[in-house]
């Protein structure tokens, strides 16, 4: 059945076409000419800075970039001293990108600031425009939001990009001073962290919904594996005498797809393979490959993880191949706080929308807030479920509806005494 579209105020409508029309303005914002790509503390996230701040001053809002580049700015609230909800997204992008990944949120943010039309709440608001989510650049990811949570140590700067280049040296040529890092931390008056983003794929499409909370940012492994057999003549050899390492993966990366298809809400990604020697006329002695595995049950990955290690050296071992793994990257899967989620809904009902909830595949700041703060997410609809791509895109019916149930959020938690009453964890 299809769902029949809210309607909105010509306010709100205006809005999402302001925010849709700022995102594609910061996408000209590139460091390739003909494409859009946006790395950390790179040329272009200075425009970036400085387009925002020509939209947050008429707010009264008066934007400053922290140490690690993140550009925040405080909305006051109704008193002095009043503790600050959070809401951001990224500003860096991943190559050949689209416009709405990570810039959607933070300029929904700014719309539901001029929601407001100067009216104060008995919270601040500030907005935090992540100077890096994607891992691109360093290869290692949330460099901005791990700096506001302190998870982050002196090898954590070290890290170099492929021109040499350290994290901590990115800080000093961008003009910001590494000894005020730990200034850019989150101070113990913080009440929560909210995040609009796109769903990034195609379920809420599939039912016809323009948002969803998101109950859980799945957890992630990255396992290497290498299958080592033994290179030979591709003419010369007979089909029984050889040990081929390309023909192993191949068969464990099949039998890994139809052993995820049996698992409701889990996936296998082998997005890399290296053959060596990797000639036409040579049968693959090596071949390297990764594994991306995922789902919202640590305990279902971990199980499909072993299954899947055990799977190859099996593989390996009938076709007389040795077979080592290493594991790369293991995050563990983060719940998202349950009194902001049910919050969530019921501001998107209230906006005219069904409640859905549903888990995130993709990694986002708020699994790294959410480590210090209560942190919650509201998904957009990915049209085609296209993202990473220029072809990215969100409907105009969508953002007002973001918009509207935003607005809704914030009147529902500046009349709930349980949020106000809350502080940021201390930390241990």
Avoid at 8 to 20: G, Y
Avoid at 380 to 392: N, Q
Wanted: negative net charge.
């Amino acid at each position: 059945m299809t769902t029949v579209p809210p309607t909105f105020n010509p306010a709100t409508t205006s809005r999402a076409a302001d925010v849709i029309a700022r995102c594609q303005a910061l996408a000209r914002f590139s460091e390739d000419p003909l494409s859009l790509r946006r790395t950390f503390l790179s040329a272009p996230m200075r425009d970036c800075h400085q387009a925002i701040a020509e939209w947050l001053e008429p707010l009264g809002m008066a934007p400053n970039i922290d140490a690690v580049g993140n550009l925040r700015a405080v909305y006051p609230a109704a008193s002095s001293g009043a503790p600050r909800l959070l809401i951001g997204s990224h500003l860096d992008t991943v190559p050949n990108a689209g416009a709405f990944d990570g810039p959607l949120g933070i300029l929904i943010a700014v719309a539901l600031i001029e929601q407001l039309d100067g009216q104060r709440l008995p919270f601040a608001v500030e907005i935090v425009a992540f100077s890096e989510e994607e891992g691109v650049r360093f290869g290692t990811p949330f460099i901005g939001s791990c700096v506001l949570v302190g998870n982050c140590d002196e090898e954590f700067f070290h890290r170099r990009d492929a021109n040499g280049n350290s994290i901590r040296q990115a800080i000093q040529n961008f003009g910001l001073d590494p000894a005020q890092l730990p200034a850019a931390q989150l101070r113990d008056d913080v009440l929560g962290y909210l995040e609009f983003h796109i769903e990034q794929g195609p379920v809420l499409e599939s039912l016809d919904l323009p948002l969803a909370a998101v109950e859980a940012i799945v957890g992630q492994s990255r396992i290497a594996f290498t299958f080592t057999g033994q290179a030979n003549h591709a003419g010369t050899t007979p089909m029984n005498a050889r040990r081929d390492a390309l023909a192993a993966a191949a068969q464990w990366i099949v039998a890994v797809e139809s052993e995820c298809s049996r698992t409701a809400g889990l996936v296998a990604t082998v997005g890399s393979i290296q053959v060596h020697p990797g000639a036409a006329n040579v049968i693959p002695g090596e071949v390297r490959l990764s594994l991306d595995l995922r789902h919202k049950s640590d305990q279902v990955r971990a199980q499909a993880t072993q299954r899947f290690t055990a799977l190859a050296q099996q593989i390996g071992a009938r076709r007389a191949l040795s077979v080592n793994f290493a594991t790369l990257l293991n995050h563990s899967a983060v719940a998202m706080d349950a009194f902001l989620t049910s919050q969530i809904e019921s501001a998107i009902r209230a906006a005219g929308c069904p409640a859905h909830r549903m888990p995130s595949g993709a990694g986002h700041d708020a699994m790294i807030l959410a480590s210090r703060v209560p942190a919650a997410m509201i998904f957009l609809r990915s049209p085609g479920g296209i993202s990473h791509d220029p072809a990215e895109s969100v409907l105009l019916e969508d953002v007002a509806s973001a918009i509207d149930c935003g607005s809704h959020l914030l009147r529902q938690l500046a009349s709930s005494s349980d949020f106000l009453q809350r502080t940021i964890a201390p930390r241990g």
